[in-house]
Structure formats: C-alpha cells, structure tokens
C-alpha cells in the first residue's frame, strides 16, 4: 500500500504540472519501473528478459537501483546513451506499459507523435518540484547535442535470429516528416567486408617483393598446381618463367598442367615456347615427342619432322643420347629401317657420352635384319660388289662370274638371293665400315673426356657455381675454339650459357667470338642480345652498349636510341651511357636533342664532378659545333658561380672558361684579365693553383698584350705567391725538425731510465740499443714520426719550377693543350713561354 501511495503521489504532482498522460495504462501488481534518463537529449535502455522484474535483494549494490531493465530471451544488450553525460545525473519517469512475450527493439529517432509512454525530462519538471534522489543539472552542464545525432537505427541484420515460432518484431517511433534538406538523419552503421587474404596472396606477396627469392616462386608454382585453377597458373608460371626461361624443368610442369585440364592447344603451346627458350634441353625434347606420339600417332611426318628438329638444335649436346635412341626406336616401329639405318651413320660420327653402347646397338640392328632391308638399292649393289671381289680374291667363288651373266643382266647377280657366307660377310663388312668412324669418333671425345666429367651442374640454378668449374667451362671453349669447328663451338657456348646465365662474362666472350667471324651470323647475333639484355642481365652496361652498337650497325638508329634510354633509366648518373646517348644523337644530326640531353643531365646530376663533365662537354659542342661560343662562356660562368666555394675540386671548369674566353673573335684582353683575376681571388682556390693561374696569366699578358705595367703587375703577382709558398714550406720544414727533436728527447730518456734499471738490477738487457756516436737511433724509433707527411714540398733553396701541362684534359677525345713552363728565379724577371 506504501508503494501505491508513493505512485498516487507522483502522479498528484505531475497532473499540477500539466505533464501527465491521463491515456498511460497503469501496470498490474507490478512495482512501475524506473526509466533513467541520462542528462537530456539521451536516454539508456538496457534490455535483459521480455518481463519487467523488481531487482531482488541480491542486486548489485554498485550499480543504479533505479535502472529500468526490460528482458528479452538471447538478446544482446542495447545500451542507447549519451557517453558525455554523466550517470549520476538522472531523473525518474513512471513507465506504464503491458509486458508481452513479443521481444521488442526500440529505436529513438525523434519526439513521437502519439507515445505509448511519456518520457518527460528535466527541462519540461520545475526544479521545485524534482525528486529527492535527482541532481539538478544547470543548462551548461547540458550536452550540446541534439538527440538526432546520438540515436542509432538497428538494422534488420543486427536482430536477434529467431527462436522457435515468436518472430522478432521491430518497433520505431514515427517521424516527423519534414523536407530532406533540412532533416538529419540518423546515423546508420555501414560494416565494409573486407577481403581475407588467401594463400595464393601470401605466396604471390613473397615473389613481389623480391622477384630474385627463387624458393618462394617454387612455393607458389607447387600451389597453384595443386590447386588446379588454369588461369591462378597460367600466370604463375608466366611469370616465373619470363625470369627463368631456363628452368627446363617447369616448362614441363607447365604443358603437364594444360595436359591434365585437357586443354590440348595451350599445352602444344607451352611446349613450342619452352623449346624456344631453352633449345638445348634434351629432356624437353624427349617429353615434347613422346606427347606427340600419343596425340598426333597418326602423323608420321610432323612426328619426324620435329624429331629432326630437335637433333638439329640439340644432337650435339654431350648427353643428347636419349634423343637419338627415341628416334630410332620410333622408326623401327615404323618398319622404316632404312631410316634408322641412316640416324645411325650421324649419331655414331657424333660425340656422345654413350658413343660405346650406340656402336652395340648399332651391330645387334644389323645383324638382326637383311642387309636388303637397311640400305637402299644402290648402296646394297655396291656392298655386294665389294663383297663379291673379295670373296674371288679370297679363291673360294660361290658367286656366278661376271661372264655367266647374260649381257645387259649383269646386275641382276647381285639382286639374286644370297648364300648364308654371302650374308654374313656383308653383314661384316657394313659393320666394319662404320666402326672406323667410330673409332674417330673415340678420339676426339677422349680430348674432351676430362673437361666433360668436369662439368658437374649442366642445369640452371640461381646458385653459383664453383670457380673450378667456371675454369672448367673456360678451358673447354677455348679448346673448341682451336679445333675450328663453328658449330661445335655454337654449341658448346650455348650450353654453357645454361649454367652460367648469370656470368656476364661468358655472354661477352660469346658476343666477341660471333663478331669476329668474316661470315653474316645477325640471327644469332640478335638472339643473343635480346636473351642478355632483356632476361638475365638487365642492368648490365656492357652488353646494352655492344647492343645498341649491334642496331646501330644494322641501321637500325631508333631501337640502338631506345636501348640506351632503358639502360640509362635503369642505371642512371653513369658518364658512358650519358655520353653514348648524346654521342649517338649528334650522329644522327638531332643537335636539338642533343642540347636537351645535355641539359637533362646537367640539371639532374647528383655529383659535382658529373656535373662539371658534362658542362665542359656541352660547352665544347656549343663552341665547336654549334658555334655558339658565348652560349658556351655562359654555361660555364654560371655553374662555376653556384659553387664559388668549392672550386679547389673543379679546377677543370676554371680552366675551361679561359680556354673559352681566349677563343672568342676578336681576342678581348681584358676580359681574359678579369677571368684571371676573378679566378685568383676566390678563396676556394688553393695556393698551388694560384700558382699556377698567375703563370698563366703572365703568360698570356707578354704573349697578346702590349702594356708593361700589367706585364709587372703579374710578374710581382707571380713572384708573391712563390715566396708565400716558399714560406710555407720552411714552416713543414721546421715542423718536421721540431717533431724529431721531441723523438731524440724522448728517446735519450728512455734510454737513461733503461741504464739506470739496468744498474740497478745488475741485469743487462738483451733488447738493450745505445745511442750510438753517429748520430742514429734504434730503428723503432727512427719511425716515431712520419716523415713522409712532410716530404710534399721540394727543399729549400730550389727553384720552383711549374709545368701547365699537368693540367691537360684526360678526355677520350684526346684533348690535350700544353700550356708551356715558366721559369722563374728569385731576382730574375724575364722569362720565356708561349700559348
């Protein structure tokens, strides 16, 4: 009855107010739950179970009493609320409301036209009449914020998923329509989903950050292969294989993989590039006939041809034996005997490491089959003639004569069936034909034999190899190269290159043998460049240089201009690119673009030296070839003004801007004394290089000018800057004296505390050197002070003597300009020299 008093009060009090709702249903037996309303515009709801229970007396006291708590089955907890306010800050609302079983969200977006409850906040209850467990909250305490802004929309996705047959119902209040413009709209939460990042990523994001990481491609080829999705590996393996065309060994995984998804084109695809790429691979060749053989069985010809193919590009190869053996065997099958007779006359002149087991094979063919059947008519007629003269020969005829025949029909003997002897002596003599050639054959590999069992790694890996074996490699080219033999020496390069891809070196030697033959080989020129330059040594100088020279040779002006601007873009700031590619513009009468490159590379140059280089180099072209000359002085002038203070290092450019500036027409003297005096006046210029400017100008005012005052001006200049460097040399001198003298003190007091120990202890020392009376010490000594560090002037009194020639240009072009001594003595004041 307390409790219902207390409500009839409160509701007493709200009706004075005017903000009482006379339509709110009152609850059952039920004490009314209490809405906090966190400082206004926000309020907390926290739903917990689909029935309004009174807190039991085990509620945690920490925590609000006056919490209204709405509980609804495996619902998450829905915390609307304002975090700026504080909690303490709250106001009691009276809820009267029928609890169903319907589990209910509310979402508050705006002041509802017709509320089921009223919620009535502290600005609509006088401060006179607030309850007693409230705090009065001034209006600056206040949030700024308007409720719009703080409320939430649920979406359907975030509803509690169902549970048995309730479904879940969504509540919100109405809004007040008004023009979308001006209306805020409440804020929607937008949950992105973000891609997971698959093995496939992981593996590929190994490779790209370092192309050169060979293990993690053989990771990511092994997946995409057990994963078995075509365009994943086509790919992969496009990729790794445009880095390493030489892995034999995956170009076969490759045309297996298009094999296995029955896709018949890429798979004959992939085998033409793979044989493409690396021609020399016998085990290609081997897998490539074998699936002909059982797609194409019917089509003898392209059989064969690509057969006889693959023994043009790679018969030769030491290890090549297998591939002979298959087609031999294939055209057994074929009842082609004959042919297979022939492929045994090449492959037994040929060098093989099986050259002993092929002359087997070759004896057990013929002697299984009629000689008849293995050559042709007219090698077997002159077989059996052979074999019919040394049967007379030997006295024991079984043939009939040559006059038993009737005439005309003298052949038809030899086309008779033959005696068992007849056969077996044919047999005989074919066999022993060719075992001379096999003998040869036997030679020849056994000058090779030692340089063939060094070669212990015939495959590509990115591994290095041993340096023997790179010496290996070396001493057998060089052999090939005696013998003579052009395409036993083709090969040999081209299998060596295999193991050595990544040796410059040997791509070099190759190039250099090629060039030097006095027959065309451009194809195989061509080829070797592209696989050198634009596979495994993409950065290298030398061979993009011998590159563009090759194009250039060929007329081919604008791919030579291409290849050096990829090499300059992959190795930039280097002098010998810079200048072929100017070098190769003026060649092609670009002058224009010569000037841009020039200025290019002169406002891109990160060094002083690259930079000074090139300015002289310009500003000859300007003066020589351009004939603009003052273009030429101004260039130089101003880089030699940005860096004032550091001339000592760029000596090169002042000199430069006097050559420039005596070459001008008509000859302005007194420019060229200004340049001078300019020059001998900055401070970055070392005493020396003085020197040697104010010879130079002297020089140049006796030889050009007629005034004697300048004459001595210069002479005094001149004399001055000796004699200051003269000074400088007596104080090294005296520095140098003045460092011995302190070794000498401090050695004769070493050397008294080592007589006086020595006294002392009765102990003669056996490490023991006395001063000596000449004058020398111990060596040890001798070499306390660095002597040498003083020796860079000459000794006092000589005459000083200076030679311009030591300041030539060591330029490719040979661009020496001497310009004379002068001589000077103390007190003398003439001289001779000349420009």
């Known amino acids: ?70 509980i609804l089955p495996k619902t998450e907890i829905i915390d609307i609320t304002d975090d700026i306010c504080d909690k303490d ?7 009267k409301h029928d609890i169903k079983d319907t589990p209910i969200i509310m979402t508050l977006k705006e002041e509802p036209k017709e509320p089921e409850t009223e919620v009535i906040s502290e600005d609509e209850m006088p401060v006179d009449n607030m309850p007693v467990d409230t705090e009065a909250v001034s209006e600056d305490e206040l949030p700024p914020t308007a409720l719009a802004d703080q409320t939430e929309i649920v979406s359907d996705e975030e509803l509690p998923s169902e549970n048995g047959t309730s479904k879940t119902k969504r509540f919100q209040i109405p809004e007040e329509k008004e023009d979308d413009n001006e ?45 078995n999705n075509a365009e994943n590996a086509r790919e992969a393996y496009d990729k790794f294989l445009e880095l390493y065309p030489y892995c034999y060994g995956y170009w076969r995984k490759f045309a297996d993989f298009e094999k296995r998804n029955n896709n018949k084109e890429e798979c004959e695809i992939v085998f033409q590039r793979g044989l493409k790429a690396i021609p020399l691979s016998v085990d290609l060749w081997i897998h490539y006939m074998t699936y002909l053989k059982t797609q194409h069985a019917d089509n003898v010809d392209l059989i064969r041809n690509n057969f006889e193919k693959g023994l043009e590009m790679c018969g030769l190869e030491y290890r090549s034996d297998r591939l002979w053996d298959h087609y031999i065997r294939w055209e057994i099958e074929q009842n082609k005997l004959i042919n297979a007779f022939n492929i045994y006359n090449r492959l037994l002149a040929t060098q093989t490491l099986g050259y002993l087991q092929h002359f087997e094979n070759f004896k057990d063919f013929v002697n299984k089959n ?233 406002n891109t140059s990160h060094t002083k030296f690259l930079t000074s280089n090139i300015a002289i180099k310009y500003a000859r072209f300007l003066w ?42 008509p000859l302005n003297e007194k420019s060229v004394i200004q340049i001078f005096d300019e020059i001998l006046s900055m401070s970055s210029v070392n005493l020396e290089q003085k020197i040697l400017f104010s010879q130079r100008k002297l020089e140049f005012i006796e030889d050009y000018t007629c005034d004697y005052t300048s004459l001595r001006k210069a002479t005094n200049e001149f004399k001055s800057y000796t004699e200051l460097l003269a000074k400088e040399k007596k104080k090294a001198l005296a520095a140098v004296e003045e460092e011995k003298s302190r070794v000498e003190k401090e050695m004769k007091v070493k050397q008294a505390q080592d007589i006086a120990a020595s006294s002392n202890s009765q102990i003669a020392s056996t490490n023991y050197q006395p001063y000596n009376s000449t004058g020398y010490y111990p060596q040890q000594y001798a070499t306390g002070y660095n002597q040498a560090a003083y020796q860079q002037y000459a000794p006092t009194g000589q005459d000083y003597s200076y030679q311009y020639q030591n300041w030539s240009y060591p330029q490719a072009t040979n661009y020496n300009q001497t310009w004379g001594s002068y001589n000077y003595s103390g007190t003398g004041s003439g001289g001779s020299g000349g420009y």
């Open 1 to 70: 009855m307390a409790d219902h008093d207390d409500i009839l009060l409160k509701n007493e009090k709200s009706k004075e107010n005017g903000k009482i709702n006379d339509n709110v249903p009152e609850l059952d037996d039920t004490e009314p739950p209490k809405v906090i309303i966190t400082a206004p515009p926000t309020m907390s709801i926290k739903m917990i179970s689909n029935k309004l229970q009174k807190p039991s007396d085990g509620f945690d006291n920490n925590k609000d009493s006056d919490d209204c708590q709405i």
């Open 89 to 95: 800050e709250t106001s009691e609302v009276v809820v």
């Open 183 to 227: 209306s805020q709209p409440a804020k929607k939460i937008k949950t992105e989903e973000v891609k997971p990042i698959t093995e496939l990523d992981k593996f590929w994001q190994a490779v790209k950050d370092d192309p050169s990481d060979f293990a993690g491609w053989t990771y990511l080829l092994q997946f995409v292969d057990q994963e």
């Open 370 to 602: 009629a000689p008849d059947k293995i050559l042709n008519a007219k090698e077997y007629l002159e077989l059996r003639q052979q074999v019919a003269e040394r049967i007379r020969l030997s006295g024991s005829g079984e043939l009939l004569t040559d006059d038993s025949a009737p005439p005309g029909e003298e052949e038809n003997t030899f086309l008779s069936d033959v005696s068992e002897k007849e056969l077996a002596l044919l047999k005989e003599t074919i066999i022993e034909s060719k075992q001379k050639i096999n003998k040869e054959t036997a030679k020849e590999i056994a000058k090779r034999q030692a340089f063939e069992e060094g070669i212990k790694r015939p495959y590509f890996h990115v591994k290095p190899l041993e340096k023997c074996q790179i010496e290996n490699w070396k001493n057998y080219i060089e052999l090939e190269k005696e013998a003579g033999d052009h395409q036993r020496i083709v090969i040999l390069y081209e299998r060596c290159l295999i193991p050595c891809a990544l040796y410059e070196d040997f791509w070099l030697s190759y190039l250099d043998y090629l060039e030097s033959l006095n027959f065309d080989v451009s194809d195989l020129l061509e080829s070797l460049y592209l696989r050198a330059c634009l596979v495994h040594h993409r950065k290298s100088p030398e061979l993009h240089l011998k590159w563009s020279a090759f194009e250039e040779s060929k007329g081919n002006l604008d791919k030579a201009a291409d290849i050096l601007k990829n090499l300059d873009d992959s190795v930039p700031h280097m002098l010998q690119i810079i200048y072929r590619r100017i070098n190769l513009e003026k060649r092609r009468y670009q002058f224009d673009k010569v000037c841009e490159l020039y200025e290019h590379y002169i």
């Open 624 to 665: 020589k070839c351009a004939n603009k000359i003052d273009k030429a002085i101004e260039l130089i002038a101003d880089i030699i003004n940005k860096d004032k203070d550091n001339m000592q290092d760029n000596a090169r450019l002042l000199l430069q801007l006097i050559e420039l500036k005596m070459s001008v027409k």
